[in-house]
């Protein structure tokens, strides 16, 4: 059944953006690396749109080796 609601997860980090949505329906992946002045991140919408739930999880810093 179509539905004019969008889930969206979004994960971003130093140097990438992730946005699934749908559960994966859509994908979109970019590559930026920002100067720390610029680590906010806004989400707008066109037209007609409201927030149902919004959250944010803040991950530890993990290292390669």
Known sequence: PHSDNLELHVFSDRSSFEIFVNDGEEIFSLRAYMDDRYLDTKVEA????????????????????
């Open 46 to 65: 066109h037209g007609k749109a409201s927030v149902v739930n919004a959250y944010i999880i803040e991950y530890s810093k993990f290292y390669i080796i």
